[in-house]
Nanobody, 123 residues
Framework: QVQLVESGGGSVQAGGSLRLSCAAS????????MAWFRQAPGKEREWVAV????????YYADSVKGRFTISQDNAKNTLYLQMDSLTPEDTAMYYC????????????????WGQGTQVTVSS
């Protein structure tokens, strides 16, 4: 049984940083994708960053490019999202996802999801 558990969310002022972690159990790291999504109140869940091929390829949404970094420690079975230069627009629930492949890596068609961790950025 695959389980993803996020941590590291919290409240921070604009310009600050947070590092999210996603501990994966029962999941075999392979060429499939792992990703971070976020969902703000009243908005659809959107992809933020995608990691493919065990972290060798990474992709970012335009809104976070240059500020967020996705990485994974395969030995620890953990996915990370380093978030710098945070703005109030980054306020959302952040979700870890795993197991998609191909074009589904950028959609919500992931078979495995964590429960989410809240990030709140104040101005």
């Amino acid at each position: 049984q695959v389980q993803l558990v996020e941590s590291g969310g919290g409240s921070v002022q604009a310009g600050g940083s947070l590092r999210l972690s996603c501990a994966a159990s029962g999941y075999t790291y392979n060429s499939d994708c792992m990703a971070w999504f976020r969902q703000a109140p009243g908005k659809e869940r959107e992809w933020v960053a995608v990691s493919r091929t065990s972290g060798r390829l990474t992709y970012y949404a335009d809104s976070v490019k240059g500020r967020f970094t996705i990485s994974q420690d395969n030995a620890k079975n953990t996915l990370y999202l380093q978030m710098d230069s945070l703005t109030p627009e980054d306020t959302a629930m952040y979700y870890c996802a795993a197991g998609a492949s191909g074009v589904n890596c950028w959609s919500r068609e992931y078979p495995y999801w964590g429960q989410g961790t809240q990030v709140t950025v104040s101005s």
